[in-house]
């Protein structure tokens, strides 16, 4: 679509607030086109008040709506922590699910206010706008996609910040460019991506970046603190003896596993659209909490079990990333985890330190299948010894088969 087309639609633009968002939004006003702009609230860390998004968008002449979508994005997050979604370098997938619960969200409202289009600020190099386009596609297949950093008169007319910020001061909606960040910032309840800028370059260190959720493990306090967190059916229902609700959840152990340094990652990723981006990512919450459960998964996982598990969960990963939530695959594979983690209860205790997680111990878990007897070295009533014999004399008629064949390298 061009801005040609869009002045015989009514269009809903996703906005931040930020220099972008203003742009296109003053832009798309400037040429005719009847434009709604809105913000979707998932809890972001880096908004002390999310009415400042309208506030900062108001004098493009726009009406901002913002659609309070916290609750479902804690779901999501307790979903994520659940699958144990992480993607190319050990990272949460904080992005990738946000954007989901985020278009899923606004579609309805923009459709309520007669939208025809869902317009996106997301570059045209980037995942979100595969994101963006895909999700709008498959919730709302009727729905019109405009991507601006996609149409070629805009990127002539706007080929860097420094345009887009004199076109805005020509018109009177100042935007200063002074003690602007060295890199750019997305954030959500889960957790923040900062990419961009002078972090494209690989010899720049990840410690340019000011954490927003907590403090580089360096910076935590010296001093041990030690956390509690209670599992049923592999979500956190209390913390600390407090019992919570997920919003509540992923709010405290934000709070909590910011302030011990944790679940800050730098990761060089593979996109959706074949290059490579190198992010720091923050994500203590998720860090925090999905490092607990697991412990709980190694005691009532087994063997066959846990190597299900993780296939499955690095579907999810994948599948969320790449802008496919809602898929059939996703769901099937999101049903799979349900049914293997519905025991998943249990008490997990560890120490924080400096951006470490030391286990302390995992209580009440009735499904663990560890049997200390069984595993012990010492002498015990559990498994004999002398029972193994057998299993080794078995192991042992393949192990020369494939000697004598020649198919061993020696």
Known sequence: MTLDDLRKERVGLCVSGGLDSRTLAARLRESGVNVVCFTADVGQPDESDIRNVARRMAPCGVQTIIVDLKRSMAEACFEMIRAQAMYDGGYWNTTGIARAVTVKGLLPEMKKRGCTVLAHGATGRGNDQMRFERYTNVLAPTMKVYAPWRDPALLREFPGRK???????????????????????????????????????LETPCTIVKPTMGVWPQEAPDRVERFHVRFHAARAVAINGKRVAPLQAMRLANTIGGRNGIGIKNALENRIVGTKSRGVYEAPGMELLGYCLLQIYQAILDRRAMHLFQHLSKLVAVQVYDGRYYDPATTAALAAIRALTERANGVVTVDLYKGNMQYVSLTECPASLYNPADSSMEESQGLNPVSSQGFAEIQSVEARALARAGLIRR
């Not at 018109?171 to 972090?199: C, F, P, Q, V, W």
């Open 163 to 201: 345009q887009m910020v004199a076109y805005l001061a020509r018109r009177g909606i100042l935007m200063s460019a002074s003690n602007r960040k060295r890199y750019s910032t997305d954030a959500n309840l889960a957790g923040l991506s900062h990419e961009a800028d002078d972090l494209e370059d």
